[in-house]
């Protein structure tokens, strides 16, 4: 039995698919049937992952993978390009009309090479950029020192309110009138409410700094009209397009028409080489499944489903971060219940419940970070949330016997929405 969400079919039967990788190479066959397997009786609630649907699949197994593409549309450094071109023009027109953008690069390799290429298009080294700290929630390309972020400008990190746990904007109102940023950078890995652009533009003028939102997170919920759009208000807009988009793994950068020529150039040829057309080629058909009414549904589903799981993680005592959620996103401390988000995670897993730890602004040790984008895509529901929550606690109880029950609920829970078709 394949499952289905809003009239779309979750994934590809990955049995047919395996056929002529298990003739020919089994013992990377085995690994593949054993990730199949994973995916499919334990619970992915890793907040940055999803499904990707059997038509997005497709386009990434085709043979578009063979092609080298250097270049744009129409200006190809290779011949036979013919159908490249049409690929890409189809996904950068799907991308601008569902995002309501002027332009839209769709050959970054990833969140993070989207984030790479606003700060090429718009920054010289030795720039100052404020951004979320990241023991506050900015990602590794929000100025870490390991990642080139940190190395090449000058990051200064805004921060959350102690008692609400919301971006303190008048901190970065101060912050940006003090140092002067040449950009500011809004977008987190873990920020579970909604930013308000509006303000950040606010500030961002009042300083003379450029505006990058990195909506890697939240960019399906908008899509779905789920979320408040960055793209009136950012200057650039980065993102990713396999988390709750539910496409390829990938990024994105949109932005207005001043902008298109130097957002391209910094992708190829300044930080990337060739397209990865295949790719390209899932994104568009992500695109086009994210402009149906069946994904605006799933959208608001995912919202809806954070909510109630967020609201029932409360009820068993975790302290959740901003008391709760407007998105697919919740960040607790799992503490109240005498475990650190390591030992939790550690457990749950046990317990066949996958998700990441996160830092925790002002707690002491880390806290879990979990999502329902990929558990509203196997078509869970309010229900099967509110037991995810209780599934939690007693997975959390240092019982080995209780693990075991757990997860064999777990696995009942799996099968009765699997991921996979049959
Ligand atoms: C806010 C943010 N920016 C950038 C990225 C990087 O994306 P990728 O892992 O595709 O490089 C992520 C990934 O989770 C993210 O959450």
């Known amino acids: 039995m394949r499952a289905y969400i809003g009239g779309m079919p979750v994934t590809a039967p990955p049995d047919e698919d395996l056929d002529v990788l298990r003739r020919q190479d089994p013992e990377i066959a085995d690994v593949l049937l054993g990730e199949v ?5 334990s619970l992915q609630l890793i907040a940055a992952e999803n499904f990707a649907s059997p038509a997005v699949l497709a386009a990434l197994g085709s043979p578009l993978a063979n092609k080298y593409a250097e270049g744009y549309p ?9 159908y490249a071109d049409a690929a890409e023009r189809i996904a950068v027109e799907r991308a601008t009309a569902l995002f309501g953008a ?11 090479s989207a984030v790479l290429a606003a700060y090429a298009a718009l920054l010289r080294p030795g720039d ?9 929630g900015g990602h590794l390309t929000h100025g870490s020192p390991a990642n080139f972020s940190g190395r090449w400008f000058d990051f ?3 921060g959350v309110d102690a008692e609400t746990g919301l971006v303190d904007y008048e901190q970065v109102a101060a912050l940006a009138r003090h140092h002067r940023p040449k950009a500011i950078v809004c977008g987190s ?3 579970p409410r909604h930013l308000d652009y509006r303000i950040f533009r606010e500030i961002a003028d009042e300083v003379g700094a450029y505006l990058i939102a990195d909506a890697a997170h939240p960019i399906g919920l908008v899509a779905g009209g789920a979320a408040p759009s960055p793209v009136p208000y950012a200057d650039v807009v980065c993102a990713t397009t396999h988390k709750v988009l539910r496409g390829p793994r990938g ?7 001043e902008l298109a020529g130097r957002i391209d150039r910094a992708v190829f040829p300044f930080t990337q080489g060739g397209a990865q057309m295949h790719t390209i080629a ?4 992500a695109f086009g499944e994210a402009s149906t009414p069946a994904y605006a549904t799933y959208a608001h589903q995912v919202v809806e489903h954070a909510r109630v799981l967020a609201a029932a993680l409360a009820a068993e005592g975790f302290a959740l971060t901003t008391g709760g959620t407007d998105t697919h996103l919740i960040t607790a401390d799992p503490a109240p219940l005498g475990v650190d988000g390591r030992t939790a995670r550690a457990r749950l897993a046990a317990a066949g419940m996958v998700l990441d730890t996160c830092a925790l602004p002002y707690g002491e040790g880390r806290g879990i970070r979990l999502g329902t984008a990929a558990v509203t895509t196997q078509g869970m529901g309010a229900p099967e949330m509110a037991r995810i929550a209780a599934l939690f606690t007693a997975a959390l109880r240092d019982d080995p016997a209780e693990t075991a029950r757990v997860r064999a609920e777990v696995r009942a829970l799996t099968g009765r929405f699997p991921p996979f078709g049959r």
């Open 37 to 41: 397997r994973r995916q499919s009786d």
């Open 74 to 82: 129409g200006a190809r450094h290779h011949g036979g390009c013919e």
């Open 102 to 112: 002027d332009h839209a690069n769709v050959q970054a390799h990833s969140g993070s």
């Open 128 to 136: 100052t950029v404020l951004a979320m700290g990241l023991e506050h």
């Open 156 to 158: 200064v990190p805004y």
């Open 189 to 191: 890995i873990s920020y």
């Open 251 to 257: 990024g994105m950068v949109l932005c207005g028409a």
């Open 282 to 285: 899932a994104k568009a058909v």
